[in-house]
């Protein structure tokens, strides 16, 4: 398909609003005890967002001709697990953030001890989905595969990882490989994730398209950090709902402070050169993929 | 198999021996990054401890005539979801506990981000082995249906949602009626999954003998709670491996405080009783299970 900025505009729009319903869905309702848990994680997961994973999700989907009915469990795990992760990063004890997409992040909005049970609660919930979706692949196989990277990539080896190893820096100096290990870890496991269970919704294809799905998915996942950092230098925080300049001012090591603005602002376009390379086997079908890694290096929040 | 002091002592000698190495050989290495979050949760779940929700799973797994190496993922993955628990419990925020058994708590030995962090990490471990451990049964659909009560039983409809009610009735007074539903959540929840996840292993079990396993589960689900509460009056914390009086000094609802010590001790045996009368339709290939039983309303630690 012909992608165009108003095109996707309108697809972006589609999949944001199709995964808050699904989110809805599953999410517990905020009257049902515990009533302040379940405020809680709907407080986190609704909040207005860019919806990211997802909508990699669906558009991973929509180039493999799969139908998106057969992805919103995927859309709505990995976006379970992205709001987790923000809830606990959020946390006193780790990057003690008070604003978080525009509002006040979740433990100031409720308390600490709730806060770490919602995290807690949005875990088990991604995997319930998975484990549960009877609109998803019947294939049981494909669905244990899909809980099996999902868990691999989210935990010590992936993104709760990439957390620690980011604790671990504030205030040292990395080089450029360490901080890289870092973000691989800590964003980019979890992106790769989202194509990888879209990928895993059908069983059309060989392991030479996996493995270019996986390499353009290696290469957004970076290129995406990396937009994140030089925005941190370069954004505002209205633009950004969150506060600008927070991770130099907490003295966390970034691309720009590593390798400077403009050698970052190169990076992330060469990071956008492998994807489309990446993606180079795939006919227009995949127009929708090469545009969203554009639009990670160009967007602005 | 007749069941005595003797043998049942060996089988669970025997079912923690196991279950550690197994834990073992799950836990990522302490020598692999990020060290300092795999050393943390390999603190937290190799901690010595009863593990009573292994013994559960291999027991029910030696009444039902299954191969104990196809419920060694299970063992672990309900280990692992309990250790989790424990670790964010402990927090500051939450019951700001600094001894658990009988070591510093995760946050004391480590810090609270690793703390968090571990916890965060072992949840999604717990689910990566139900995913991947290909020496469990072969299907996939009853390995999901494992996956599936798991994170139904350890999210905020099962422990996690316990764990708020409890931090909610601090310093509240609360009716028998509510603090049963408080501890059904809290731990009856994960006990129920330890013997549900053996009991998914075969295809073997009619609907009748489900149901009567379920029974079981709830009412030693409880039991080893009212155990609990009246422990936290007569133990000490030497035996106990955690602070004596901790819950009345928080002054947290016990069923001691609510319903008195006798009746809390009445209480438990009528639960051990209904137990047994659940067991009835088994033959004595169960007896292992009503040993547990009476072990739950009779131990000491």
């Known amino acids: 398909m012909k992608i165009d900025a108003r095109l996707f505009d309108s697809l972006v729009a589609d999949y944001q609003q199709r995964v808050d319903t699904a989110l809805?869905?599953?999410?517990?309702?905020?009257?049902?005890?515990?009533?302040?848990?379940?405020?809680?994680?709907?407080?986190?997961?609704?909040?207005?967002?860019?919806?990211?994973?997802?909508?990699?999700?669906?558009?991973?989907?929509?180039?493999?001709?799969?139908?998106?009915?057969?992805?919103?469990?995927?859309?709505?795990?990995?976006?379970?697990?992205?709001?987790?992760?923000?809830?606990?990063?959020?946390?006193?004890?780790?990057?003690d953030d008070d604003l978080r997409r525009g509002?006040?992040?979740c433990h100031r909005e409720f308390d600490e001890a709730t806060a770490i049970l919602a995290g807690d609660s949005l875990q088990a919930l991604a995997f319930y989905i998975i484990s549960h979706d009877s609109a998803m692949t019947p294939d049981a196989a494909a669905r244990l595969q899909m809980i099996e990277k999902l868990s691999l990539f989210s935990g010590s080896r992936g993104m709760a990882g990439g957390q620690a190893i980011d604790l671990a820096a504030v205030g040292k100096s990395l080089n450029i490989a360490e901080l890289e290990t870092m973000h691989i870890h800590k964003t980019g496991a979890l992106i790769r994730t989202c194509i990888q269970l879209a990928a895993l919704s059908t069983d059309a294809l060989d392991d030479t398209q996996l493995q270019?799905?996986?390499?353009?998915?290696?290469?957004i996942g970076l290129s995406f950090q990396v937009q994140d950092d030089i925005l941190d230098v370069t954004g505002d925080t209205e633009t950004l709902g969150k506060m600008q300049g927070a991770d130099s001012a907490r003295n966390k090591p970034t691309y720009p402070s590593i390798i400077g603005l403009q050698a970052s602002q190169e990076k992330a376009?060469?990071?956008?050169?492998?994807?489309?390379?990446?993606?180079?086997?795939?006919?227009?079908?995949?127009?929708?993929?090469?545009?969203?890694?554009a639009w990670f290096v160009e967007r602005r929040n």
Not at 53 to 58: D, G, N, Q, S
Not at 212 to 219: E, I
Not at 283 to 293: P, Q, V
Request: with cysteine; hydrophobic share 45%.
């Open 269 to 293: 376009l060469d990071l956008h050169q492998n994807a489309l390379q990446a993606l180079s086997i795939f006919g227009e079908e995949a127009d929708i993929l090469r545009y969203i890694s």
């Open 103 to 105: 509002r006040p992040t």
């Open 212 to 219: 270019a799905l996986d390499s353009y998915a290696k290469s």
């Open 24 to 95: 809805d869905h599953w999410l517990p309702p905020a009257d049902v005890n515990p009533v302040r848990l379940h405020q809680a994680m709907r407080y986190a997961v609704l909040a207005p967002g860019k919806r990211v994973r997802p909508i990699l999700v669906y558009a991973t989907a929509a180039a493999l001709g799969i139908d998106p009915q057969r992805v919103d469990g995927a859309a709505c795990a990995v976006e379970i697990i992205h709001a987790y992760s923000l809830i606990h990063d959020d946390l006193p004890a780790m990057d």
